[in-house]
């Protein structure tokens, strides 16, 4: 008896690239993780020593702060981190019904450049001047202090998105965008934000797009 053979045929993924202008409609609210608190925690991890609760609270200053929540490119314009737009187009998925676990095999962003200070971070290039915004704010124990952040209010990015498009038309990613930009959001307060309700800010329109490569 012979055993018969089965041949699978996998086509080769058709990838594209498209880029897409979108324009702020919010303000983008942007609070990276602190590098001097992220030193801190690395101190703490190598000696094995707890901060003592009785130590005097160190001053800070707010405009050292208010540099230190921004993404900023050896070119040195400022950014958000490019990752947002990826997570934010597969949290959008939900309200289509799409799987989400799909996107996550479909859907990247190409950044336009990397961060200087951790030059890991993929950076989408932020159109727009900065300004130092003061917020308050309560810690998870309940207690206000006041938050240092940057904002921009006047701002627009070019967004790079490279997808499977057996998977995607480049309209279900405009369309998806611009989801995000109405429905989800990106930055601090967002609609979609997974500690709050948002405070409405980080929303875009989508200009358009267009197909930069295509590979067949």
Not at 41 to 50: H, N, S
Not at 72 to 82: K, L, M, Q, Y
Request: charged residues 25%.
């Amino acid at each position: 008896m012979t055993q018969s053979t089965k041949a699978v045929q996998i086509s080769a993924p058709k990838i594209v690239t498209a880029v897409f202008e979108i324009i702020g409609i919010a303000p983008l609210v942007i609070h990276r993780f602190s590098t001097k608190t992220k030193n801190e925690m690395k101190l703490k991890m190598e000696t094995g020593k707890a901060a003592s609760s009785k130590k005097n609270r160190e001053a800070k200053d707010t405009n050292d702060l208010y540099q230190e929540a921004r993404y900023v490119s050896p070119e040195g314009w400022d950014g958000f981190h490019a990752g947002a737009i990826r997570a934010a187009l597969i949290s959008a998925c939900r309200l289509v019904g799409f799987k989400m676990t799909l996107a996550k095999l479909s859907l990247f962003v190409i950044p336009d450049g990397w961060d200087a200070q951790e030059p890991q971070i993929p950076l989408v290039r932020i159109y727009g001047k900065p300004t130092k915004q003061e917020d308050m704010a309560r810690v998870e124990t309940g207690q206000p202090y006041v938050t240092i952040r940057a904002a921009y209010h006047d701002w627009k990015a070019k967004v790079q998105i490279r997808f499977d498009a057996d998977q995607f038309t480049i309209d279900d990613v405009y369309n998806l965008l611009y989801r995000v930009g109405l429905q989800v959001g990106i930055g601090e307060g967002r609609p979609d934000s997974k500690k709050s309700t948002g405070m409405g800010w980080g929303l875009f329109e989508v200009k358009g797009g267009e197909i930069r490569n295509e590979k067949k």
